[in-house]
C-alpha cells in the first residue's frame, strides 16, 4: 500500500485549478470571466481528473482548451491601481520573510527525493520509488503554500485569489510544454523518426560520424524550435537520426548521445517563442516592450553551448 501517490498531487492540482475557475465566474471585473472560468474548469478536470476519465473524454476538453485559446475567450485579470499599491505595501512590509516560503519547495523536493522511498512501515510505503521526485516537489509545494499563508496571515481564498491572478498572467502558455510534448509522443509514433532517417542519410554524409553528430544536434536544436520542447523533439530525432547513424551505424554510447542530445534540444529552446514558459511569459511578468528581449539576450549563449555540446559529443560519444 502506497500513502502518497501522484495521482493525490494532480487531483489536488485539479482542485486548484477548480477554485481559479470558480473565483473568475464571480469576479465582474475579469473582461472575458466566462471564457476564462471555463479555460482554468476544464484545464481542472484534464489534470485532476484525467487519470480516471476515458481518453476520448481527455482529447475532447484539450479541443475545447484550444478553442477558448484560439477564440481568444481567455484574458488576463484586471488590475487597479489600488490592487497595486496594496500588493507593494504588503510587499514592503513583509521584506525578505516573502523568500523563505519559497525556498522551502526546492528544499523539500531534493531533500524528500533522497529520503522518501526509504519511509515505510510493514507493507506500508510512503511513496512509490519509481514516483519519489514528483512525490518530493508536489510535497515542497503544498509546505511551502501553507508556509506562505502563515507568513502573511492570509487564508485560503486570498491563496487561491493571487495565485489564480498569477495563473491567469501565465495564461494558455502554462500548458503548452504538456502538449508540445505529447505532440512529441504522437511523432514518434506515427514513424517520423523513420521518414527523418530516410531524409538525413539522403542528404548528409552520415557515414562519417563527425557529421552524424552534427546531424543530430542540428535535429534536437531545430526542432526544439519549432516544437517548442526539448522532450518533444527527443523522440523524432532520437529514433531518426541518434539510435541509426550514431549508435548502430557509429557504435557510439546511448547515454552520452542522449545526455548531449538534450543539452542541444535545449540550445533551441532558448532562441523560439514556442517555448512560451521561458521566452515570453517572464517578458509579460516584467511587461518589458520587447515580445523578443529576453531570445535576444540568450541567442548568442545559444549558439556558443550549442557549439560546445557538438565538440564533446563527438570526443565523448564514440569513445569505449
Known amino acids: 500500500m502506497t500513502l502518497l501517490t501522484l495521482e493525490f498531487f494532480y487531483a489536488l492540482c485539479g482542485v486548484v485549478l477548480a477554485a481559479v475557475g470558480v473565483l473568475i465566474a464571480a469576479d465582474a471585473t475579469q473582461p472575458k470571466r466566462w ?91 510512503l511513496v512509490n520509488p519509481k514516483q519519489v521526485a514528483q512525490v518530493a516537489l508536489g510535497l515542497g509545494c503544498v509546505i511551502g503554500l501553507v508556509a506562505a499563508m502563515r507568513t502573511t496571515g492570509e487564508g485560503v481564498r486570498t491563496a487561491a485569489w493571487e495565485g489564480g491572478r498569477l495563473l491567469q498572467l501565465l495564461g494558455w502558455a502554462l500548458i503548452l510544454p504538456q502538449m508540445l510534448a505529447a505532440l512529441g509522443g504522437i511523432m514518434g509514433k506515427a514513424g517520423v523518426g523513420d521518414v527523418i532517417a530516410q531524409l538525413v542519410a539522403a542528404a548528409l554524409p552520415v557515414q562519417i560520424p563527425a557529421v552524424a553528430v552534427v546531424a543530430y544536434c542540428a535535429g534536437m536544436a531545430l526542432f526544439t524550435i519549432l516544437l517548442g520542447n526539448a522532450f518533444a523533439a527527443f523522440p523524432v530525432m532520437t529514433l531518426g537520426v541518434g539510435l541509426p547513424f550514431i549508435v548502430k551505424a557509429h557504435g557510439g554510447d546511448p547515454a552520452v548521445m542522449g545526455a548531449l542530445g538534450m543539452l542541444s534540444g535545449y540550445c533551441g529552446t532558448l532562441v523560439t517563442p514556442m517555448a512560451a514558459n521561458f521566452n515570453i511569459v517572464p517578458v509579460k511578468l516584467l511587461e518589458l516592450r520587447d515580445d523578443f528581449a529576453v531570445i535576444k539576450a540568450q541567442a548568442p549563449f545559444a549558439a556558443v553551448i550549442w557549439i560546445f555540446n557538438v565538440g564533446v559529443m563527438y570526443f565523448c560519444v564514440y569513445r569505449s
Not at 481542472?44 to 475545447?64: E, F, R, S
Not at 513583509?94 to 525556498?103: A, D, E, I, M, T
Request: a positive charge; charged letters at 15%; glycine letters at 10%.
Open 35 to 125: 471564457g476564462s472560468a471555463a479555460f482554468w474548469l476544464l484545464l481542472a478536470v484534464a489534470i485532476g481528473a484525467g487519470k480516471w476519465l476515458p481518453t476520448t473524454v481527455v482529447g475532447y476538453v484539450v479541443l475545447a482548451l484550444t478553442g477558448l485559446i484560439a477564440t481568444r475567450r481567455v484574458a488576463v485579470p484586471h488590475f487597479s491601481a489600488g490592487d497595486t499599491t496594496l500588493l507593494k505595501a504588503r510587499a514592503e512590509r513583509l521584506g525578505n520573510r516573502l523568500l523563505w516560503p519559497v525556498l522551502i519547495v526546492p528544499a523539500v523536493a531534493v531533500v524528500g527525493g533522497l529520503t522518501l522511498e526509504w519511509v515505510k512501515v510493514g507493507e506500508i510505503v
